[in-house]
């Protein structure tokens, strides 16, 4: 891989951007005013490179990045992103990805992902594991209101039922680690990649689901404030 890139407090916003759209491998660690949510995406590429230099996950979770990286601004939350990396990040708990997550101590993780292999059985699933189904469940049900009221995210179809879901991401430890509560998002392709081009940012829809989560994140974990301020030492 070509490197770990961490940025402190956002600085460097246009920086982070552009690296998202290259092609090198790298884990781009931003740190942010919070640490009580982490957003964390392990599998981005920019849209138009399907592929991850990644023998065990091939299929990379196109354009993903950016839209857990906006979340992540919105929430004032540390995030995590590894870009075009030769490895499954998220299934072993002693990759770097993983190890920078737990050393933030979050109570919760968000982690994106895409998804167009028509394995999901709906177009945006959320999964806490069998365990936490409680949680995913009621997330999605706040997110389903909210996306209603949005013309052009009003037709998607929403699930965070564990049993009801295609890709329930049984292999992933982020999702089963007892030490944080995951929500694990599987967005679809139209809500990541500009339709026609095929590549650049995502579109304005992808942008304006994260801002329904990121409302819909502080309203059930934060009581509208962040509940633990990162210290710096983290
Ligand atoms: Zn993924």
Redesign the pocket.
Same mark, same amino acid.
Do not use: L, T, Y
């Given at each position: 891989m070509d490197g770990i890139l961490g940025m402190k407090n956002g600085g460097y916003h246009v920086i982070g951007e552009l690296v998202l759209e290259a092609t090198k491998s790298l884990l781009v660690i931003e740190t942010r005013g919070c640490t009580d949510v982490v957003v964390g995406v392990?599998?981005h590429a920019p849209a138009g490179v399907e592929q991850l230099p990644c023998p065990e !996950?091939k299929d990379a979770?196109e354009n993903?990045g950016f839209l857990g990286r906006y979340l992540a601004e919105l929430l004032d939350a540390c995030s995590v992103i590894a870009c075009n990396y030769p490895i499954d990040v998220?299934k072993r708990l002693s990759t770097d990805y993983c190890t920078q997550i737990v050393g933030w101590s979050p109570q919760v993780l968000v982690e994106i !992902?895409?998804h167009g292999s028509g394995r999901a059985r709906s177009d945006i699933e959320i999964s806490s594991g069998a365990d936490n189904n409680v949680y995913s469940e009621t997330l999605v049900s706040q997110l389903r209101a909210k996306l209603s009221a949005i013309k052009g995210l009003d037709s998607y179809s929403i699930c965070g039922t564990h049993s009801k879901l295609g890709l329930a991401a049984r292999a992933a430890v982020t999702v089963n680690d007892e030490r944080w509560l995951t929500y694990h998002v599987?967005l679809p392709r139209a809500l990541r990649i500009p339709s026609g081009t095929g590549t650049g940012e995502p579109p304005g829809a992808g942008y304006q689901f994260c801002d329904a989560l990121a409302e819909v994140l502080t309203e059930i974990h934060r009581e509208g404030r962040c509940q633990n301020a990162n210290d710096g030492t983290a």
């Open positions: 392990p599998h !996950h979770d993903a998220n !992902h895409g599987e």
